[in-house]
């Protein structure tokens, strides 16, 4: 896959230099992108993995799965895996469905949901043709259980606030949820979790709007595809095919 | 016969109610938790209940227009008739969709956030519009009424009335004029509301391009038909039972009219309909056909054709032709079986609603996505949990109640426009 003359060990490096070099802009010129090679990856679902626990996202919520196609008859038989985080799309659906302006998106790209705010309406997970938003019930992985585990309580800090699971009431309980490209450690200048652990280097993640970035020179690639683009939405989410 | 129908509808609410009562401790105990909506089929039976309560809503209000912006002079009597029911089945819609709310305290955002690019924002606008007319359209079309039984009626229900009155004694015929001439102006901001809102909540479906089951143009005017059929159904029946029937003659004239009414639109509805299969069912993208496909030969089939097709249309249909429309001396159970036709129609115009709201959703929109992980609420397949349709079946006899209620103690319809006081 020599599309890019980077060596495997410096890719990582690379893209926490151009984060890093991203957050010394003001925020309205940066541009976060992630970028998926299906090529390179292996359906190991780490990264779903890393999502659910950098996120603590409780049964029933996720923001990453990765989805598995199979082509072809046997003896010819190949799978191909669809990692599936939020496409931060340039116009999306589900922000222009809120009544209550809960969610939005963001000068840099990313769309935030307001959890504060959100009335659990669901407009939004009808409306996003990628089924990249979940609706959080208020399930604990030890229900049924003599205790629920205090691990499970403990926050997890999307948009750069911490969000404790105090009850199955309070917010982020009742909303609607999605993949935040981690962004709060995105501005401690760190990598997502799905892409700080994807084995076999299959995403990658940058600022756009800086041609020197490792995702600007990947985004130029022919191989570069948008997820059901008849729609309209213009996602950031570019998969290399 | 009326009395024991009455009877029978008190003691179902009533029941409905009590048994209700432990659907709503579950959702308020437990949330989301036993339903069996979730994150890939995200709405469910209650929002079936709100479309199919707001459409009965709609239709039934849009019938009270006929007396008091059309002024059909025969239908006079039933104006407040149709104007409560329209008021009780809003309460139930209301309801319904509170419930849906994950964060149902939090439903003044819609308003106070408000996004004007979202259907939803715009049903918030509405519905407190549209709620707002329908009590003061109420009041005016009561007040004399109100009054009246202030100084007539006995001691509680007149006690009630005075303070209802809000201390408006003013009788003449000056007085009535002018409250013609506001329920007439009210009835005129009502009639593109009540068009707005219900046409708006077909929009709310019909903008979602994600679902083309519900991406249609077609959408709102079909929404808006089905609540003239449902609503008016609603109202013929409701007047056969609780409206003013001293005069045989008078409620025969009343019910072969509103059976026309009722006939021709169940008929249009269907036509919309058909066109909305035919044409869903010539493409050959699968998630244009598969909602279709699922209505028609899924495993719940049977709401199709036999709720809607065969209880709600065909036998309805059946029945109205053979007794509303005949001119000529009617006899004298032509009222009830009337209103039995268009009870079926409103009561089965719920599967219409369902057929609605669940199949466009079981297309998983990313082929594969349902085998990709694993929890609650992330599957394709819904039926409604027994906690739903307890919460359901609360909200349905909350509104029947209410109505009942309301019937008994307002003068809605006098006493003396009845056979049976």
Same mark, same amino acid.
């Given at each position: ?241 | 016969?009326?009395?024991? !129908? ?44 709100? !479309? ?309 959703? !079981?297309?998983?929109? !990313? ?55």
């Amino acid at each position: 896959m020599a599309l890019i003359d980077i060596k495997p060990h410096e890719i990582r490096k690379r893209m926490i230099d151009d984060i890093r070099r991203a957050l010394q802009k003001p925020i309205q010129d940066r541009r976060w992108v992630m970028v998926i090679d299906q090529e390179k990856c292996v359906g190991c679902t780490a990264c779903t993995t890393s999502c659910v626990a950098e996120n603590h996202l409780p049964p029933g919520v996720v923001y990453r799965p990765v989805v598995e196609e199979e082509h072809g008859n046997y003896p010819n038989v190949r799978k191909s895996f669809l990692p599936r985080p939020c496409m931060q799309c340039d116009d999306p659906p589900c922000v222009k469905v809120c009544p209550a302006h809960a969610t939005w998106k963001r000068m840099d790209g990313i769309i935030e949901i307001n959890y504060k705010r959100c009335i659990g309406c669901r407009y939004c997970i009808s409306a996003c043709p990628y089924s990249a938003r979940t609706f959080d019930m208020g399930y604990f992985y030890t229900d049924n259980t003599p205790e629920i585990m205090q691990y499970e309580r403990e926050p997890n800090f999307e948009y750069g606030k911490a969000w404790p699971r105090k009850d199955r009431e309070s917010s982020p309980v009742g909303n609607a949820r999605k993949c935040t490209y981690c962004i709060h450690k995105v501005e401690k200048g760190m990598l997502p979790a799905c892409v700080s652990t994807c084995i076999g280097d299959a995403t990658y993640f940058g600022d756009a709007n800086d041609p020197k970035s490792l995702i600007a020179e990947l985004l130029a690639s022919p191989r570069a595809r948008k997820l059901r683009e008849e729609e309209g939405t213009e996602p950031a989410t570019t998969y290399l095919v | 016969m009326k009395r024991f !129908i009455k009877s029978i509808v008190w003691l179902l609410a009533v029941i409905g109610f009590g048994v209700g009562i432990y659907g709503m401790y579950l959702r308020f105990t437990t949330g989301h938790r036993l339903a069996d909506y979730g994150s890939y089929i995200p709405w469910g039976l209650w929002v079936a209940f709100y !479309i199919y309560f707001i459409g009965l809503s709609a239709g039934s209000f849009l019938l009270s227009t006929l007396v008091y912006v059309a002024r059909i002079e025969r239908l006079e009597k039933i104006g407040k008739l149709a104007l409560f029911t329209a008021f009780g089945c809003l309460v139930a819609a209301l309801l319904s969709i509170w419930m849906d709310l994950g964060h149902m305290f939090r439903v003044g955002n819609v308003l106070l956030h408000m996004n004007l690019n979202s259907m939803m924002s715009w049903m918030g606008i509405l519905y407190s519009s549209y709620f707002a007319i329908i009590l003061v359209e109420l009041w005016f079309a009561l007040r004399v009424d109100l009054i009246e039984t202030a100084q007539t009626g006995n001691s509680g229900s007149a006690a009630f009335a005075k303070f209802l009155s809000f201390g408006s004694t003013d009788t003449s015929k000056e007085a009535k004029a002018r409250d013609h001439a506001r329920l007439r102006v009210l009835g005129t901001i009502g009639v593109p509301l009540a068009i707005a809102f219900h046409g708006g909540v077909g929009a709310l479906f019909g903008v979602v391009q994600a679902r083309p089951h519900w991406n249609s143009g077609l959408m709102p005017i079909a929404f808006l038909i089905g609540a003239l059929a449902s609503g008016g159904a609603l109202l013929t029946a409701v007047v056969y039972i609780w409206g003013p029937d001293k005069n045989k003659q008078q409620l025969n004239e009343i019910m072969k009219f509103l059976g026309k009414i009722v006939l021709a639109l169940i008929l249009f509805d269907f036509l919309l309909e058909i066109a909305e299969f035919l044409v869903g069912l010539y493409s050959l993208a699968p998630a244009e056909r598969l909602p279709l496909e699922a209505i028609l030969h899924g495993p719940y089939w049977y709401v199709f054709w036999i709720v809607h097709f065969l209880i709600g249309v065909v036998v309805p249909v059946i029945i109205l032709f053979a007794r509303a429309v005949p001119k000529g001396q009617p006899d004298k159970y032509v009222g009830g079986s009337i209103a039995f036709a268009c009870l079926l129609v409103a009561v089965t115009f719920i599967a219409v609603r369902f057929n609605i709201v669940i199949p466009a959703q !079981i297309n998983p929109e !990313i082929p594969g996505l349902e085998y990709a992980f694993g929890g609650p609420g992330l599957k394709f397949t819904y039926l409604p949990s027994i906690m739903e349709w307890l919460v359901a079946a609360w909200v349905t006899c909350f509104g029947v109640l209410l109505f009942l209620v309301g019937e008994k103690i307002l003068p809605i319809v006098k006493d003396d426009n009845r056979e049976v006081a």
